[in-house]
């Protein structure tokens, strides 16, 4: 599966963005879809996952209660909405997949990658 995230941008802090991660090749139902962030000079951090139906969830410590996704699988799509957004939220955010489901999960889970969208919170 090929995988395009888009819709990230610069946004005030407080405010809101939703990304998108677009799916070809295969039917994205099938795969289990992870957000993941890379800001400057850190390591790749787990944000989201949602599992091929959208029944299972899981969220990262550090975005649980501010950020929401959600998956549209007549659309192939799979979206990520960023609420109350903060300045330390700023990295480039990916979107990956895989057929399996982990919990707790690291970039190492997912075997396919979109190519990044960089989202930039000013304060």
């Known amino acids: 599966v090929q995988l395009q995230a888009s819709g990230g941008g610069l946004v005030q802090t407080g405010g809101f963005l939703r990304l998108s991660c677009a799916a070809s090749?295969?039917?994205?139902?099938?795969?289990?879809v992870g957000w993941f962030r890379q800001a400057p000079g850190k390591e790749r951090e787990f944000v989201v996952s949602?599992?091929?139906?959208?029944?299972?969830?899981y969220y990262g410590s550090s975005v649980k209660g501010r950020f929401t996704i959600s998956r549209d699988n007549a659309r192939n799509t799979v979206y990520l909405q960023l609420y109350s957004l903060k300045p330390e939220d700023t990295a480039v955010y990916y979107c990956?997949?895989?057929?399996?489901?982990?919990?707790?999960?690291?970039?190492?889970?997912?075997?396919?990658w979109g190519q990044g969208t960089l989202v930039t919170v000013s304060s």
């Open positions: 990956a997949a895989d057929q399996k489901m982990m919990a707790d999960p690291v970039a190492s889970d997912f075997g396919s």
């Open positions: 090749g295969d039917t994205l139902s099938t795969y289990n």
């Open positions: 949602i599992s091929g139906s959208g029944a299972v969830k």
